[in-house]
């Protein structure tokens, strides 16, 4: 089912594209039901572990979503799909090879990307009420973006662009925590690490979310800013999908 909502014009965006992000906003409403019907024992007791219940229900969509697209991908079942962590924590799908995937989520909305060709990153923030944190601007900033942050209308939208540039790149380099934020240097629509370039695509995908996708840039290769898929989903079509899936016994 998670197919039909994957294609347009009848073309699988999976293999049209070599690149695609798919994004689902989660309601306000308490009485949205939602099922962990897909998530493995280990993603269960993950999710059972966060306290407050939008933080919960966030990571269970962004793990159901992460099973449904990757099943679409690889024609397996959603509950079959295996998954490891490699030595930094980047998680990995099991006994496939080019299938490469990040997810995220926040308050709100979660965002899940896949590639079938290279790495790739993702994040999304919630813009909220926040003021600008000059003592976390210190910390995961170079100088001169901090100065480009301050001198911006909205600073904390400003902060939150680099903020989120970095994390992406960070996730798809895979090195975790390792490496630290002001060390990766954002430039127009790029992001440079110690060993790699990186394009980065930002999106708005709702007045109240900013999101960042970032894929290794190639050898020799120019950054790319060609359109990149980005598919918004409804959160009751997420649920609907992964009913649609009977649990195995």
């Known amino acids: 089912m998670i197919k039909n909502h994957l294609t347009t014009q009848g073309q699988s965006l999976t293999d049209e594209h070599d690149f695609l992000l798919v994004v689902v906003g989660l309601s306000n409403l308490v009485d949205q039901p939602w099922t962990m019907s897909l998530l493995n024992d280990k993603e269960r007791y993950r999710a059972s572990r966060l306290v407050r219940l939008d933080d919960r229900r966030a990571y269970v969509a962004a793990h159901t979503l992460k099973r449904l697209v990757l099943a679409a991908v690889t024609r397996l079942g959603p509950h079959s799909l295996e998954f490891y962590d490699d030595a930094y924590g980047k998680p990995h799908l099991d006994g496939q090879k080019g299938v490469y ?22 994040d999304i923030e919630f813009l909220g009420p926040e003021i600008y944190d000059r003592a976390m601007a210190a910390m995961t900033l170079t100088p001169d973006e901090i100065l480009s942050v301050e001198r911006a209308a909205d600073p904390h939208r400003a902060f939150l662009l680099y903020w989120t540039a970095k994390e992406a790149a960070m996730k798809a380099e895979g090195k975790g925590m390792s490496m630290p934020m002001r060390d990766i240097h954002i430039f127009n ?18 007045g109240q979310h900013i999101l960042a996708f970032a894929r290794r840039t190639m050898t020799g290769e120019e950054p790319a800013y060609s359109a990149l898929p980005c598919l918004v989903m ?16």
Not at 234 to 249: H, I, K, N, T
């Open 101 to 122: 995937f990040n997810l995220s989520h926040t308050h709100g909305m979660v965002a899940f990307a896949y590639s079938r060709v290279i790495d790739v990153g993702v």
């Open 189 to 206: 629509d790029t992001a440079d690490t110690h060993s790699k370039h990186w394009s980065v695509w930002h999106y708005l995908p709702s």
């Open 234 to 249: 409804e959160e009751a079509v997420l649920w609907e999908c992964a009913d649609a899936f009977s649990a195995p016994r």
